[in-house]
């Protein structure tokens, strides 16, 4: 068995909430650098007279932004991140267990029904990790650890790369272009489709999935562990001995 036990007593509303948010910032801490190159390699080419820098693969990229602006220059924005993070992860993770119970009837099997993933579109690798989590302990392929967690947190990441990286690259292309360059998002993605053809919504894929993938697997397997120390240490300071 690897990590801590799960713990007898259902996590409380704050310990989701303090573990979600810390979990969520620990792995922005250790991928933030992948999120830059990510952004660096996806604006690309949109204006060359601006940018003397030429950018190859992800280790590349960083490599370059280091000699170039410093060492401290893949982290920039990270106090930013962090912010949004302990706000918006530990609100929309910490809640999810909560939701999930208040649409799934009592007795019912473990499928998630559809009124729950409607109800949480915004957070699809949270339902994928649940999913593939549910399957795998369903069908006693791994026990509730860190193999378990590591292979789910995996799965959601590709998941949740294929599915955002065409919004993500247009959301890129449009607030890094020049004044007037763009008329809406939807005028930089009908030019994306029309001059670079469909495959240019996952330019930047293999970074992409480099920063959500290793998101994903710091942050779940992270929340999954600070959820168990936390109720050990609750448990032990409501016992009476």
Request: proline share 7%; hydrophobic share 40%.
């Amino acid at each position: 068995m690897v990590g801590l036990k799960p713990s007898e007593v259902p996590p409380t509303m704050a310990v989701k909430f303090l573990g979600a948010g810390t979990a969520a910032c620990f792995a922005d801490l250790l991928t933030f650098p992948l999120d830059t190159a990510k952004v660096r390699l996806q604006i690309q080419g949109e204006n060359q007279a601006a940018r003397s820098a030429q950018y190859r693969g992800v280790l590349g990229t960083i490599l370059t932004m280091v000699r170039t602006e410093g060492p401290r220059s893949p982290y920039k924005g990270l106090v930013a991140g962090l912010q949004r993070q302990m706000s918006f992860a530990s609100v929309r993770i910490g809640l999810y267990d909560s939701v999930k119970q208040f649409y799934t009837p009592k007795g019912s099997d473990r499928t998630l029904p559809n009124i729950t993933r409607n109800a949480i579109i915004n957070c699809a690798e949270m339902v994928t990790y649940d999913v593939i989590k549910e399957k795998l302990l369903d069908y006693h392929l791994l026990t509730d650890n860190f193999p378990c967690h590591f292979i789910s947190a995996f799965g959601a990441g590709f998941c949740a790369t294929v599915v955002a990286s065409p919004v993500d690259v247009v959301k890129t292309r449009y607030m890094n272009s020049p004044p007037g360059h763009y008329r809406s998002p939807f005028d930089c993605m009908l030019k994306m489709v029309t001059q670079e053809g469909p495959t240019a919504f996952y330019k930047g894929f293999t970074p992409s999935f480099l920063r959500l993938g290793a998101w994903n697997v710091v942050m779940f397997v992270t929340y999954e562990q600070l959820k168990r120390a936390l109720m050990k240490v609750q448990m032990l300071r409501e016992s009476p001995f």
